[in-house]
């Protein structure tokens, strides 16, 4: 026995000591160890005393922390999703969304190329969150929106979300918002949570008596409701039916005031089955509040829920009603009498409208019979459509259709089509006085349909089409037409068109590209400036900062417009010099670009204050990098020697076109050039320019620039286009030689 004690003790005393253990021990926190406000060691310590099972939940968690930082930060972005109205932006992975989400699996699987998606129903702060649940599995959301989240979860075919939204939101639900949740979740199709409000509405009859909810629902949910109820105990229900049916019956007189006015209901039978809907419903209320009974219906008076002890009370309430009642039939009919000779007069009154009825039918079969050209003005089109090669009647009836139905918007869709068929058919013809008939109705679709984007994208591209598009060898062709567009006032609906469609990058790009071949007529120019073109031209550029199509065509819109004085300084106003320069680093490769921008540049550089906002926008550096991107094309290296050339006569700049390495790219250019004339021009005054700086003298030295300047004033020496040159280049030999 002594023993045996003396072993209990000793156990006693083990698990004393495990227990003070224990309670020394600090308790380890999940949050705590994944917090980033502890240091590394005391987390890592404290990674090595977490049980397994939790430590894989802390990898899975660290992971999520990773995906999360890229989203946060946008990080590596190749999806955009467009959400709301307003086209709000959420940057994100295509390769999380698809892992995640059916719908963006199968969606990528059917357009691969694509790597966008507008959700306009959605608003931003609706679809943000579950994106970010892709990434940290966490989701928390506001319960008066549940619906639109459990919408859009079941749109991206997320079942695991959709089941958590519904658990959230019916622990959520109480006495106060029971009625409201229960006719959500009926229109989103959740049968769980209608399940469970129902269930909740049956146990807590006596607590939502108690609340105010009747002012929040239609009439058939309140019918909805009293079904519910009428399924509860007889001693609770009958109070909460009647406290429903008497705000019921207010809001129903609100609602219907004029429920037999004679403007909304014609048939005489129509107006006598709402009478009577109105009569069974008070009769309803009544006998609900005297007879404290429930019945829909005046036939069929059932579900009597009173308990046995007011049974005594209720015959004299009935009896006291009855009375009434008599009092009530013998005052109806004398009012039924006049009432009669009301509806006598209100049935002539119907007659005359009738009559004024027929009469509009009759004025609508005359419109019918008027819209028979009109039909069969689309199916010609439409055979016109089917042909192998359009001919020149079904290009002339075509444009008879649109200028005699304008407002037929079938019409003037189909009609774009064949004419910009007819267009590629005909492109290399010298047909360019028919395609100019053309001119005016297309203008007239993009006018009278603004807002069709389909239209404004086959007009624009139809008028380009018939300007002989953007080729070189067609410059005269393209003024030509452009000066017939500006002439029926199509600048300014082109100018509307990128306006209106900031998001549609084809009509972006239709519209400019018109701009372009209209810009190439002087008066043009400023007329585009006047309607707010440039302006216009140089947010598109920026609206679309990764789009290259946009840009080479802005960069060649402002190229074409910065001919004109006043542009220049327009352009410059409205930034559009910075705007060129961001292209141009943006896209150093994309030879269009370069060239187009160079030109812009060298247009916009003859003016004081723009070389100054050149240089700022750092363009000497840009310009040098361009060229030496591209060294043999002869466009690029031209426009960019006279740029430097401009930029040189400001002494300022000419130290930092030297330390840019710009001395040496001039003369690797005229080296590789020697025989073509504008490049030598250029390169010789530039070279004339920079000169005057003792440091840059020294420079060309070093880089043998003498010789390059003899060897020029050799392969000129006659030519009277050139005499500038020769003169600038003897000039500068005899600078740098002394």
């Known amino acids: 026995m002594h023993k045996s004690f003396k072993l209990v003790k000793k156990n006693h005393k083990k698990k004393e000591k495990k227990e003070k253990k224990k309670k020394e021990e600090k308790k380890i926190s999940f949050q705590e160890i994944y917090s980033h406000k502890t240091s590394k060691n005391i987390r890592i310590s404290k990674l090595y005393q977490f049980p397994s099972q939790e430590f894989n939940k802390f990898l899975i968690c660290e992971h999520l922390s990773n995906y999360k930082k890229m989203f946060q930060n946008e990080e590596k972005c190749d999806f955009v999703i467009y959400a709301g109205k307003t086209n709000q932006k959420i940057f994100c992975h295509q390769l999380i969304l698809n892992a995640s989400s059916r719908f963006f699996y199968e969606k990528h699987h059917e357009n691969p190329d694509s790597n966008e998606l507008y959700l306009a129903k959605f608003e931003f702060d609706i679809v943000e969150p579950i994106i970010s649940f892709f990434y940290d599995s966490q989701f928390n959301f506001d319960l008066k929106k549940f619906e639109k989240y459990f919408q859009l979860a079941k749109y991206f075919k997320l079942t695991s979300l959709t089941i958590k939204i519904e658990k959230e939101v019916s622990e959520k639900v109480n006495t106060t918002n029971t009625i409201v949740i229960y006719f959500k979740s009926i229109k989103i199709e959740s049968t769980y949570l209608s399940n469970f409000c129902e269930n909740f509405m049956k146990e807590n009859i006596d607590k939502i008596i108690q609340e105010d909810q009747t002012g929040e629902i239609t009439d058939n949910e309140l019918k909805k409701i009293i079904e519910i109820i009428q399924s509860t105990s007889k001693d609770k229900r009958i109070d909460m039916i009647w406290k429903l049916a008497k705000d019921w019956k207010a809001k129903f007189e609100k609602n219907k005031p004029n429920l ?23 009769f309803v209320i009544d006998n609900i509040k005297n007879s404290r009974k429930i019945s829909f219906d005046l036939k069929t008076q059932k579900n009597p829920i009173l308990p046995s002890t007011h049974q005594l009370e209720l015959m004299n309430q009935n009896n006291q009603n009855l009375q009434k009642q008599i009092e009530k039939l013998e005052n109806n009919n004398k009012i039924q009498d006049e009432k009669i000779k009301a509806q006598s007069k209100k049935l002539n009154e119907q007659e005359k409208e009738i009559q004024e009825k027929e009469n509009q039918i009759k004025q609508l079969e005359i419109m019918l019979e008027n819209l ?39 019409i003037q869709e189909n009609s774009c089509l064949i004419l910009e068929k007819f267009g590629k058919e005909n492109q290399n013809s010298d047909i360019g006085n028919e395609f100019t008939k053309a001119i005016q109705p297309l203008l007239n679709a993009m006018s009278n349909f603004s807002n069709n984007s389909d239209i404004q994208t086959k007009a624009s591209s139809v008028l380009l089409t018939f300007s002989g598009d953007l080729e070189r060898d067609k410059l005269e062709k393209r003024k030509l037409q452009g000066i017939q567009i500006a002439k029926f006032h199509g600048i300014q609906l082109l100018i509307n068109a990128i306006n209106n469609f900031p998001n549609n990058i084809l009509i972006q790009e239709k519209s400019i590209s018109n701009l372009i071949n209209i810009a190439i007529d002087s008066e043009n120019q400023n007329e585009i400036r006047k309607q707010g073109g440039i302006e216009t031209i140089i947010k598109a550029m920026n609206d679309s900062k990764d789009k290259k199509v946009i840009q080479e065509k802005g960069c060649w819109a402002l190229l074409n417009l910065s001919f004109n004085d006043q542009n220049q300084n327009e352009i410059k106003e409205k930034k559009g010099i910075e705007t060129i320069i961001k292209t ?50 002869q466009d690029i290296q031209e426009h960019a020697c006279g740029i430097l050339l401009n930029l040189s006569l400001n002494k300022k700049n000419q130290n930092e076109i030297r330390e ?79």
């Open 260 to 282: 037999l006015d004679k403007d909304k209901y014609v048939d005489p039978i129509q107006i006598q089955e709402m009478k009577n809907e109105v009569d069974n419903f008070y």
């Open 584 to 633: 141009m680093t943006n896209f150093p490769k994309k030879k269009g670009i370069q060239e187009k921008a160079c030109g812009a540049l060298l247009n916009l550089s003859v003016n004081d204050q723009n070389q100054n906002e050149i240089k700022e926008k750092k363009g000497i550096e840009t310009i040098i990098k361009a060229m030496t991107n591209f060294p043999n094309n």
């Open 372 to 410: 028979q050209p009109e039909k069969k003005a689309i199916k010609e089109l439409q055979n016109f459509q089917n042909e192998t090669k359009l001919n020149q009647k079904s290009f002339e009836d075509t444009i008879k259709y649109m200028l005699q139905f304008p407002q037929n918007q079938e």
């Open 660 to 738: 840019k390495m710009g001395i040496e790219i001039i003369i690797k250019t005229m080296i590789n050039f020697p025989k073509n004339q504008d490049i030598q021009e250029k390169g010789c005054g530039a070279l004339f320019n920079l000169s005057s700086n003792k440091s840059n003298k020294k420079e060309i030295k070093r880089l043998n620039g003498i010789s390059i300047l003899q060897s020029s004033l050799q392969n000129f020496p006659n030519n009277s286009k050139f005499k500038i040159a020769n003169k600038k280049s003897s000039w500068t030999f005899k600078l740098i030689k002394n």
